[in-house]
């Protein structure tokens, strides 16, 4: 372990191997005596403690831009883009709108992000049960058309909650929109109920956009039951693409979802 000796008068390193590090002034001087000394492949090195300070601020900055884009999230998918200021996401951060372009050069950086955050996180849910096979997929596909998705605005697909306002926006939301899309159709096409790769891409295409569609025609009709028998009709459509057997296929009618939050917080009461 290298020791400094902190005096003005005279610095000493051991192994003697390592050259002496000269004392310039009492600020560089008091700099090296409170610095952390790292052994690096071997080798001493002298980090100073602005670099830690430095280091704090970036991940305290990372952490605030992360809490602005999960809230834009939300808030779009609940209330529109067009809808939804830049004031109003800040003060839900609970941070002021002057700080807003610290982290975002407009509100359209912010969109684009936001609505690549939330695709990220439905993606991902769709990418882990992809890869545990078709019967799982499936099922994953026929949460995405029912009512409790539906109802569920804030925390659902931005391709349903905000499509009509994506087809009106800048180059990379599209272009990101466009990507989801696509993986989302490769992930879907092998196992679709297909002879050949060109039937099962093109079923998987149709299906994605039929769950879309479903889903944001369930939201708009202002019918409770027509509401609910588009979704029970789109969930037999995703049953009947799949290549799962019969047996293996859950009744329209009986969605695999969970149940309303209002009927698990009565059965806590019971």
């Known amino acids: 372990m290298p020791t400094v000796n902190c005096s003005r008068r005279a610095t000493r390193w051991t192994p003697a191997a390592d050259p002496p590090v000269p004392c310039l002034d009492d600020e560089f001087t008091l700099s090296l005596c409170f610095a952390k000394i790292h052994h690096l492949n071997g080798k001493a ?3 100073h403690p602005q670099e830690r300070r430095d280091e704090k601020s970036k991940a305290e900055t990372a952490k605030t831009r992360r809490r602005i ?14 809808a939804t200021g830049v004031a109003e996401i800040m003060a839900a951060a609970g941070l002021t709108h002057g700080g807003f372009y610290r982290h975002f050069g407009s509100k359209e950086e912010l969109v684009a992000e936001a609505l690549a955050l939330s695709r990220k996180d439905y993606l991902a849910g769709t990418l882990t049960a992809a890869d545990q096979g078709s019967e799982a997929l499936m099922k994953h596909f026929q949460e995405y058309v029912t009512p409790v998705y539906r109802d569920d605005v804030g925390s659902g697909c931005p391709l349903a ?3 009509s306002e994506i087809v009106r926006g800048d180059t990379t939301t599209r272009h990101n929109a466009t990507e989801a899309l696509r993986l989302w159709f490769g992930k879907t096409a092998p196992y679709m109920r297909a002879p050949d790769d060109a039937g099962k891409t093109a079923m998987a295409i149709s299906l994605v956009t039929n769950m879309i569609g479903a889903l944001t025609m369930s939201r708009i009709v202002d ?3 027509l509401s609910d028998q588009i979704l029970e009709a789109t969930r037999k459509r ?3 693409a799949f290549d799962v057997s019969s047996s293996k296929r859950p009744e329209a009618s009986a969605p695999r979802a969970p149940k309303p939050r209002e009927k698990r917080a009565k059965s806590k009461r019971q």
């Open 238 to 240: 995703i049953a009947d």
């Open 45 to 47: 090195s002298v980090r």
């Open 69 to 82: 884009l999960e809230v834009a999230s939300e808030a779009f998918r609940n209330q529109g883009i067009d």
């Open 161 to 163: 909650a905000n499509g």
């Open 223 to 225: 019918d409770p039951v």
